[in-house]
């Protein structure tokens, strides 16, 4: 089993700066890919920030030039930082480790991101 841990969440006024981070712990050989997604109230989850295990990432639109996603394999851990914060980014944001060896999927519990002045 895969637990996954995230914090750096909270209140930030337009413009700041927030530094997610997320770290899975238990039994795990290889990852395909970690990655952060947020929901939105009212609003269905949807997909942040990706990096795979050699480093390849993926960002949304949305958050492109702003949000920057890295990795810790050693320590299978992902941070999100995000800069330049609009009302727009409040959502919870979740966690996602795609796990190779042993096969399976985990999220996090979800951490809140609020931007409000």
């Known amino acids: 089993q895969v637990q996954l841990v995230e914090s750096g969440g909270g209140l930030v006024q337009p413009g700041g700066s927030l530094r997610l981070s997320c770290t899975a712990s238990?039994?795990?050989?290889?990852?395909?890919?970690m990655g952060w997604y947020r929901q939105a109230p009212g609003k269905q989850r949807e997909l942040v920030a990706i990096?795979?295990?050699?480093?390849?990432?993926n960002y949304a639109d949305s958050v492109k030039g702003r949000v920057t996603i890295s990795r810790d394999s050693a320590k299978n851990t992902v941070y999100l930082q995000m800069n330049t914060l609009k009302p727009e980014d409040t959502a919870v944001y979740y966690c996602n480790a795609d796990v190779r060896t042993p096969r399976g999927n985990y999220w996090g519990q979800g951490t809140q991101v609020t931007v409000s002045s």
């Open positions: 990096i795979t295990s050699v480093g390849n990432t």
């Open positions: 238990g039994t795990i050989f290889s990852m395909y890919a």
